[in-house]
C-alpha cells in the first residue's frame, strides 16, 4: 500500500526515487532557447508576452538577461521585438501586434499550435467546439480565440449540462494539452455519450510529454512515501502531477524549489519520489535533490519509464549557425 507506512519502521537508508521522463518537455526548452538566441542575436531588450514558459526560475534568468515581460502586446512599444509565449495567441493577438509593428518571433509549442490548427477547421466545417480546459490559461485563451462564436469552455463533466446544446448539433472537441489523462478521457467520454454527431481531433491532443510524466509519477508513486512535484504553482501540468500522485494513493506537494520544502512532509517518510513539471529546469531538480541529502535522503535512484527523444526546431535565424536576415 502507497502512503507512509506507519507498521514497520524500515531500519535501511532513506532514499530517493528520482522519476524519468521528468522536466522540460521540447516545447519548453524549444520557447526558452527562442528567448535566448533572440538575445544573442538580437540584444536587449527582447519583449515577451506572458510568461515564456510558466516557471517563475526561467522568467527571471531570462529577466537578468534582458528579457521584458508584459501581460498584454499593447504595453510593448512600437517596432520592437516581441516573443509569443509557448502557450500560443490568439489570431486577435496577432493581428493588434503587426498593427503595432512589432516584430513577432512566435514560440507557440508546435503541439499547441496543431490544437489551433484542429479548431479553424472544426469551425469552417461549421461544428460547435467543446474546449475542454481551465478558463483563463493562456492556452485556452489562444485556442478559444481562432473561433469565439463557435466555442465554448468546459472543466469537467458537470458543466455538460449547462452548454444546452441539442443531442444532434454538430458538435466537436479539443483539450487542453497539459490536462491530466484521465480527467480529460472523462469528460470525452460523457461528451461521446450525450451527441450523436461528434468529432474529435485527428490524434490524441494531450501532448506526449503530459502523459509521459504521467506515466511516471504513477510508476514511482507506490514505492515512495510521499512524492514532491518540482513546479510553479501556476504550471498546469505540474499540477496534474501532484494530483496523479494523489489519486495513486500517495501524498504528494508541489514544490516550486527546495525553499518550499517543509520537512514535516517527510515525518516517518524513508522513500520520497521526485518528478518535476514540463517547465521545471533541471537545477530545480538538483537543488532539492541537495536539501533532501540535507535531511539524510542520501540514496538517488532513477526509475525511467520510457525514453524521449522528441526535438523541435528554432526558427531557421535563431539557429546557432544562422545570422539575422538583413532588413527587407
Partial sequence: MSGLNQENPVKQGKKVILAAPRGYCAGVDRAVKIVERALDTLGAPVYVRKEIVHNRHVVTELEKRGAVFVESEE???????CIFSAHGVSPEVRSNSE???????????PLVTKVHLEAKRFARNGRKIVLV????????????????????????????????????????YLTQTTLSVD??????????????????????DICYATQNRQVAVKAIAPEADVVLVVGAVNSSNSNRLVEVSKVAGTPAYLVPDETHLDPSWLDGANTVGVSSGASAPEVLVDR????????????????????????????????????????S
Fill in 183 to 204: 480527467d480529460t478521457l472523462d469528460v470525452v467520454e460523457a461528451l461521446r455519450g450525450r451527441f450523436d454527431d461528434i468529432k474529435g481531433p485527428r490524434n490524441d
Fill in 75 to 81: 504595453e510593448i512599444p512600437e517596432g520592437a521585438v
Fill in 288 to 327: 532539492l535533490l541537495e536539501r533532501l541529502a540535507e535531511l539524510g535522503f542520501n540514496d538517488v535512484e532513477t526509475k525511467e519509464v520510457t525514453t524521449e527523444d522528441v526535438t523541435f526546431s528554432l526558427p531557421p535565424w535563431l539557429r546557432e549557425e544562422s545570422t539575422v536576415p538583413e532588413p
Fill in 99 to 109: 498593427k503595432r509593428g512589432l516584430q513577432v518571433i512566435d514560440a507557440t509549442c
Fill in 133 to 172: 480546459g481551465h478558463v483563463g490559461h493562456e492556452e485556452i485563451e489562444g485556442t478559444a480565440g481562432e473561433a469565439p462564436e463557435n466555442t465554448v469552455v468546459i472543466e469537467n463533466v458537470d458543466q455538460i449540462d449547462a452548454l444546452g446544446l441539442a443531442v444532434d448539433e454538430p458538435i466537436s
